[in-house]
Nanobody, 128 residues
Framework: EVQLVESGGGLVQAGGSLRLSCVAS??????????IGWFRQVSGADREGVSY???????WYGDSVRGRFTIASDNAKNTVYLQMNSLKPEDTAVYYC????????????????????WGQGTQVTVSS
């Protein structure tokens, strides 16, 4: 059974930083084709793609976070991190990590619907 557990959320002032962690169990980072994504959701809105990293090292960021957020993986720890700097009030949301393990060709990895496994989410609140 695949489980994803996020942590690291909290309350921070605008301009501050947080680092989110996503620990995966039952999911190997040694497979040839996988992707781990970070998404966020504000109540009443669609889930938004924030960033993803793939087994071949491809990294993507959404326009609203590019240059401020950094995704990284530690395969030995089965953990993916999202370093969030220069946080803005509009970054306030529940952040989720998600995973999939299948051939990546033609997948639209910025879309939540592509992912098979989800964590429970962690709240990030940025005060102005």
């Amino acid at each position: 059974e695949v489980q994803l557990v996020e942590s690291g959320g909290g309350l921070v002032q605008a301009g501050g930083s947080l680092r989110l962690s996503c620990v995966a169990s039952g999911f190997t980072f040694d497979s040839d084709d996988y992707a781990i994504g970070w998404f966020r959701q504000v109540s009443g809105a669609d889930r938004e793609g924030v960033s993803y990293i793939t087994s071949d090292g491809t990294i993507w960021y959404g326009d609203s976070v590019r240059g401020r957020f950094t995704i990284a993986s530690d395969n030995a720890k089965n953990t993916v991190y999202l370093q969030m700097n220069s946080l803005k009030p509009e970054d306030t949301a529940v952040y989720y990590c998600a995973a999939l393990s299948r051939p990546l060709l033609l997948l639209r990895l910025w879309r939540p619907s592509e992912y098979d496994y989800w964590g429970q989410g962690t709240q990030v609140t940025v005060s102005s």
